[in-house]
């Protein structure tokens, strides 16, 4: 998983509850990113980062949100705007515009 | 729609043989292609790229095909094991940071 960590494995949210997925990066990456992934489906990009404090809505934002701080740091947060969460959710990162992206081990959102 | 698709959602090869499993791109523009395989429950793992200036790259038991006149990209896997079961998908860049991915194609290596 090329130093990406993602917590936690599963995650479980009761109706109207916000969660945060975590991703960490330690390859120095300038740009990080959050897809989302249905079964049988491909990658669906929700945001990406090029550069600290600075991010950019995916071609399925609606319901997440992102902050980036901190260089090594992307954590998404499902807000109880996102009617249907239920997915596996993958962080990845690159070091810079055309570059390769690297995985993380991903996330399983569940809703109770 | 998606811009990038796969032409078969299911292959079976028998270990041993080598496999291909077929891409199909609909943008001209795009000029940054990956190959990427995820095992159950698991990240994408990168496997090889190809840049649109080039029309062939081979890396360890991989070869990445692109022939950009059909807009076709294809991966051959030599000699396939049964660790190479999986789901594979491509990849293309044609906006910057966004790559968009295909549906992906599952291989099963029959013992």
């Known amino acids: 998983d090329g130093g990406i960590t993602q917590s936690p494995k599963y995650l479980f949210r009761k109706e109207g509850q916000n969660v945060t997925l975590s991703c960490e990066q330690n390859?120095?990456?300038?740009?990080m990113y959050w897809y989302r992934q249905d079964p049988g489906q491909g990658l669906r990009l929700i945001y990406y980062s090029q550069i600290v404090n600075d991010f950019q809505k995916g071609d399925i934002a609606e319901g997440y949100s992102v902050s980036r701080e901190k260089k090594e740091s992307f954590p998404l947060t499902v807000t109880s705007a996102q009617k249907n969460p239920t997915a596996f959710y993958l962080c990845?990162?690159?070091?810079?515009?055309?570059?390769?992206?690297?995985f993380g081990p991903g996330t399983r959102l569940l809703v109770l | 729609g998606e811009s990038v698709g796969l032409h078969l959602p299911t292959l079976s090869v028998q270990e041993g043989d080598n496999s291909i499993i077929n891409c199909a791109y609909s943008?001209?523009?795009?000029?940054?292609f990956i190959w990427y395989k995820q095992e159950s429950g698991k990240g994408p793992q990168f496997i090889i790229d190809?840049?649109?200036?080039?029309d062939k790259r081979q890396g360890q038991r991989v070869t990445v095909l692109l022939n950009k006149t059909v807009k076709h990209l294809s991966l051959q896997i030599a000699a396939t094991q049964p660790g190479d079961s999986a789901v594979y998908f491509c990849?293309?860049?044609?906006?910057?940071?966004?790559?968009?991915f295909g549906a992906g194609t599952t291989v099963t290596v029959r013992a």
């Open positions: 390859l120095n990456h300038d740009a």
């Open positions: 190809i840049r649109s200036n080039m």
């Open positions: 990845a990162s690159s070091n810079g515009n055309f570059e390769t992206q690297y």
């Open positions: 943008n001209s523009a795009s000029d940054y």
């Open positions: 990849a293309e860049t044609f906006n910057d940071y966004k790559l968009s």
